[in-house]
């Protein structure tokens, strides 16, 4: 009667731990999704500016062309700070903006790293039995020890091969 309780109480933990993982991995699917959707978002942005660049580019030289076609009633100096002056007025909206996507992408970096973080201490916290089947410990050790391997005590004992590395693992012996 005790073995039966001590086995259905084993069940109920195996099902809630089954259940805490299941959540962990919606939570997880559902904020990678967010994620997603965000970096869509940045690389939208980044596209626009890209296009925004290449015709403030385009216009750059169309007056850069239309200097060169006017008269030269100014000197040389005077055109050059005219350009600079021009192009300083198209660059500084880009610049601006990139520094904003730049703020932007830190600040998505510092919540995934907390979240991560969280979700790390989350699974750090979840208690895992030393053993499910108690008296196999007993067992794998001296299969171990005889030199019988993993795999073969795995298959012997009916249990899986990561079961078996975790109680060599837990009794220090691998």
Do not use: C, W
């Amino acid at each position: 009667m005790n073995i039966e309780n001590f086995t259905f109480n084993i069940e109920y933990v195996i099902v809630a731990m089954a259940g805490v993982i299941l959540y962990l991995l919606y939570y997880v699917y559902s904020k990678d999704s967010d994620y997603s959707r965000n970096i869509r978002s940045v690389a939208s942005v980044v596209e626009d500016l890209n296009r925004e660049l290449f015709y403030l580019k385009k216009q750059l030289k169309e007056t850069e062309s239309s200097i060169a076609k006017a008269p030269t009633h100014m000197n040389d100096d005077e055109i050059y700070q005219e350009i600079e002056r021009s192009v300083y007025d198209m660059v500084q909206p880009l610049s601006l903006a990139l520094k904003q996507i730049q703020n932007n992408i830190s600040s998505i970096e510092v919540e995934i790293e907390s979240r991560m973080t969280q979700l790390e201490s989350g699974v750090k916290q979840i208690s895992i039995p030393s053993s499910v089947h108690g008296n196999d410990d007993e067992k794998i050790i001296s299969l171990y020890k005889q030199g019988i391997s993993e795999d073969s005590i795995s298959k012997e004992l009916h249990i899986s091969k990561p079961e078996v590395e975790f109680v060599l693992k837990i009794n220090k012996i691998k």
